[in-house]
């Protein structure tokens, strides 16, 4: 935002900042939690705190011990505006994702030569991971967990683990639990999302669907074409007892199946044409196939009488493929729509919306600071200029923006 522009909506930005910085007990803390607000929102190249406190005007130690040395409460905020987006945004869905951080050195904390999604290939950075809510009109992250590599564990790491005060019960921990213990301290605040969706690199992890399922969540997730199943008329074999020993369990004989041949054995005439969206052009349609299957691989739970649940199997096969171009599981009902289904698998892309206003507008990935707590207060802050901004373009209300 321009200075004339941020002018006009600083009554609205003063109001918002009272409510979300309320849990702070110090009146300088809340006046330092909207004045990193401000300097967020103010147009600038860079977002770190030296470039922010020359635009504000003011001592940029101000900005360093509020986000460094201060003590102050993040969770709290987090929840705080985690129940006011829900509220602004009105999720369709929850979106678990992750994005990068590059960085040059090794001092910042999480930092690690690996593979990032927004570079496209392995390089120097920090992962953090998050959970969106989105609906078809807007989104925002509800929470933020920084991934710390492997190599930030170990006594070869208690130098590093110091200089970035890394608390002593942070340890590695895949970036699929992340996102269960961020869905897990949202439900612990009243939040369950009506339908949770990720991409591959957490569909395809067994652990990560039994987690969902442990916690009764209803989910559509991205996955690989050579995931395997079952089919849905595949029956598990009851072996005879003979009467000594434990009773044998009921087991399937028939080997699983790739969902990529399920699909080609149906053939693309099986499925159909779905729009499931309106887009800034033209209606977003395309070929998808619905296949009932047994999914197999790692860590099947299966009932009592060892039947394994069906889900379903979504493919988009568009025309002129020789094969589908990308898969979805999901264990919602049998009985749901085919276009709900596709709309509710390809609710991920207004996260990439997010993404690109959080870093090219907000500064998400410019923040400096080699403290732990410091990038979780950063991203919290950040998240709370962008949830005024979604407020702002959703609110009829609020002044146009020039």
């Known amino acids: ?33 909207a004045l990193y607000m401000r300097g967020l929102l103010l147009e600038g190249r860079r977002k770190s705190m030296q470039p922010m406190a020359e635009r504000l005007g003011i001592d940029h130690q101000q900005l360093q011990q509020f986000m460094t040395s201060s003590t102050w409460p993040v969770e709290e905020i987090r929840a705080r505006l985690a129940w006011r987006a829900a509220a602004v945004v009105r999720p369709q869905v929850w979106v678990v994702d992750d994005t990068g951080f590059p ?5 910042s904390p999480g930092v690690a030569r690996q593979y990032s999604g927004t570079l ?3 390089g120097n950075c920090q992962i953090g991971v998050s959970v969106h809510a989105a609906s078809d009109t807007a989104s925002c992250p509800l929470s933020w967990r920084l991934f710390l590599p492997a190599a930030w564990d170990g006594p070869e790491a208690e130098a590093r683990r110091r200089a970035c005060r890394i608390p002593a019960t942070e340890h590695h921990r895949p970036k699929w639990q992340l996102a269960l213990d961020m869905l897990d301290e949202l439900a612990g605040h009243g939040l369950r999302p009506a339908v949770l969706v990720a991409d591959t690199g ?10 969902l399922d442990e916690r009764g969540l209803a989910w559509v997730l991205q996955v690989k074409g050579e995931m395997t199943a079952h089919g849905e008329e595949t029956v598990p074999h009851h072996p005879e007892y003979g009467g000594l020993g434990p009773r044998p369990l009921p087991r399937y004989r028939a080997r699983p199946t790739a969902l990529r041949e399920h699909v080609l054995a149906a053939g693309r005439t099986s499925g159909r044409t779905v729009t499931w969206r309106k887009g800034s052009k033209a ?12 999914l197999a691989g790692r860590r099947p739970k299966p009932a009592d009488d060892g039947t ?34 596709v709309r509710l698998a390809k609710a991920r892309w207004r996260i990439e919306h997010d993404y690109r206003e959080l870093k090219t507008a907000l500064g998400l990935d410019h923040f400096e600071g080699r403290s732990f707590t410091g990038w979780h207060r950063h991203v919290t802050l950040v998240t709370a200029a962008h949830l005024f901004l979604t407020e702002q373009r959703t609110n009829p209300k609020a002044p146009a923006r020039a």
């Not at 960085?103 to 001092?107: A, L, T, V």
């Not at 957490?202 to 987690?211: I, M, P, V």
């Not at 209606?283 to 047994?294: D, G, N, T």
Request: no cysteine; hydrophobic share 45%.
């Open 103 to 107: 960085k040059d050195g090794r001092s």
């Open 283 to 294: 209606a977003m349609s395309s070929h998808f196939m619905f296949l009932r299957v047994r």
């Open 120 to 122: 496209g290939k392995v």
């Open 202 to 211: 957490y569909g395809a992890n067994a652990d990560f669907r039994h987690g």
């Open 1 to 33: 935002m321009r200075a004339g522009e941020l002018a006009a909506v600083r009554v609205r930005l003063e109001e918002f900042a009272s409510e979300v910085f309320a849990p702070l007990v110090r009146r300088d803390q809340r006046e330092k939690g």
């Open 308 to 341: 394994i649940p069906l889900s379903w199997l979504i493919a988009q096969w568009p025309e002129g493929e020789a094969e589908p171009v990308k898969y979805w599981i999901s264990n919602l009902p049998a009985d749901i729509p085919a276009k709900d289904l």
